[in-house]
């Protein structure tokens, strides 16, 4: 399959509580990036605990899956092209993410990337910008906001993407994560062995993993 595209900082919230790290308050267009995934993680699977990984962060976003070719397609007309929606937890290993200078490999660890629990066609989603997102671990929230702050909209990323290069059928588009990570908390709280994360978005459901 294709890499996953990523929409980086696409919540005002988790812009404010990282600029310690990447100050992005003066970025005016879209972050933009890929993560690699062999396989989706499934709902209930162990996200794997890494020896070169210190810093292991969460992050639940809304993802949007792609029916058909994508070339470009207007911001009006980028509704037409979304099959449907589903819960993704971008997993990130902070270190090796900011190691290199991007984002792809501290992204890209095989089972970083929870899906599920299922596709919830377009049909059922009256708005995809008005959807309750959080994220608990061992039940505690630590994310919980709203698609509607999303600064970027699934519809225009979908356009902008698309006008100088196609998308495909099954493409999947994270849509960014709201504020509450690891990395924005003072101190940082990162995730250990034994850790259970829920990630939860109206309408769609939960998926529940354990780091082992």
């Known amino acids: 399959m294709q890499n996953v595209i990523c929409l980086g900082v696409n919540y ?3 812009i404010e509580e990282t600029m310690d790290v990447l100050d992005f308050t003066k970025e005016t267009d879209a972050v933009y990036f890929s993560k690699r995934v062999n396989r989706f993680n499934n709902p209930g699977s162990i996200i794997p605990d890494y020896d070169i990984v210190d ?3 969460y ?31 971008d997993v990130s290993a902070r270190n090796l993410q900011f190691r290199h200078q991007q984002w792809y490999l ?19 989603i009256a708005d995809a910008h008005s959807l309750d ?16 702050y999303m600064i970027t909209s ?5 356009s ?10 099954g493409t999947v588009i994270a849509t960014g994560t709201p504020g509450g990570v690891a990395m924005g908390m003072k101190p940082p709280i990162y995730l250990k062995k034994g850790d259970v994360v829920k990630c939860e ?10 780091i082992g």
């Open 133 to 148: 997102l959080a994220c608990y671990v061992n039940g505690d929230k630590r994310q919980n906001s709203n698609t509607k």
């Open 160 to 169: 902008k993407l698309s006008q100088a290069m196609t998308l495909k059928a």
């Open 154 to 158: 699934v519809e225009e990323a979908i």
């Open 106 to 124: 501290g992204k890209s660890l095989d089972g970083y990337t929870p899906m599920g629990p299922c596709i919830v066609t377009a049909d059922e």
């Open 59 to 89: 992050e639940v976003e809304l993802g949007v899956i792609l029916k058909k070719d994508a070339f470009r397609v207007s911001v009006d007309k980028s509704s037409e092209y979304i099959l449907g929606y589903t819960i993704i937890n």
């Open 201 to 210: 978005i109206s309408g769609i459901g939960e998926i529940i993993n354990t």
């Open 12 to 14: 005002r919230e988790h």
């Open 55 to 57: 810093s292991l962060d």
